[in-house]
């Protein structure tokens, strides 16, 4: 079936490092996109990519990175420079087309101590 | 730029109830906008979503919402809750171009036997 895999599920982090979040997807979709969330602030856009080796900044992109170097695969990097990065981060892709619904993974819960 | 008003944090109804959640969405041109239902700790799921066919839009689960331009609004209802509906539920909007989805701050709707 095809789908979004975010991994891994739950990641432990010291405060001061850098940490990978994979996104993987076998929809063969132009769009990926990266959301935080935290409670009671709904999801916030951080980055996304509308094609190969391009992205763009949302609004929150501050002390994160990501690359797009295949269509199937959207890192995030969250950077020590990130005041607040504990939360649950969302991986979602869309055929890129106005009015595309996105389809989602399951998350990432990031804490970091 | 777009946003989404989600009216009510929080929503609790009897078993067999209506359910009525708010969406208020500000755009001067009729957007594309879409509900999407979240459980704990997984992705989003997508319930339904509106790009300017009918104004009534049925989704999964029993749910539909109607676009209402006049009122700027999208609220989603289902004449009968079940215990199984208890999540979190978002509705997000996007420009007519090819815009990434802005979601609202999510309503939490709790089932009560």
């Known amino acids: 079936d095809g789908g979004i895999t975010q991994s891994p599920k739950y990641l432990f982090r010291k405060e001061g490092q850098n940490v990978t979040l994979s996104c993987e997807q076998n929809?063969?979709?132009?769009?990926m996109y990266w959301y935080r969330q935290d409670p009671g602030q709904g999801l916030r856009l951080i980055y996304y990519s509308q094609i190969v080796n391009d992205f763009q900044k949302g609004d929150i992109a501050e002390g994160y990175s990501v690359s797009r170097e295949k269509k199937e695969s959207f890192p995030l990097t969250v950077t020590s420079a990130q005041k607040n990065p504990t939360a649950f981060y969302l991986c979602?892709?869309?055929?890129?087309?106005?009015?595309?619904?996105?389809?989602f993974g399951n998350g990432t819960r990031l804490t970091v101590t | 730029a777009q946003s989404v008003t989600q009216l009510g944090s929080h929503v609790s109804v009897s078993e067999g109830a209506l359910v009525l959640l708010r969406c208020n969405y500000s755009s001067s041109v009729p957007p594309y906008l879409f509900w999407y239902v979240q459980y704990p700790n997984q992705g989003l799921q997508l319930l339904l979503k509106?790009?300017?066919?009918?104004?009534l839009v049925k989704g999964i689960n029993g749910f539909e919402a109607e676009f209402k331009k006049s009122e700027t609004s999208f609220h989603l209802t289902k004449p009968s809750a079940h215990m199984s509906d208890a999540a979190e539920y978002f509705c997000a909007v996007s420009d007519p171009g090819n815009t990434p989805l802005v979601f609202g701050k999510g309503t939490r709707l709790s089932v009560i036997a």
């Open positions: 929809l063969n979709h132009d769009a």
């Open positions: 509106y790009t300017s066919a009918a104004t």
């Open positions: 979602a892709s869309s055929q890129g087309q106005g009015g595309s619904p996105l389809h």
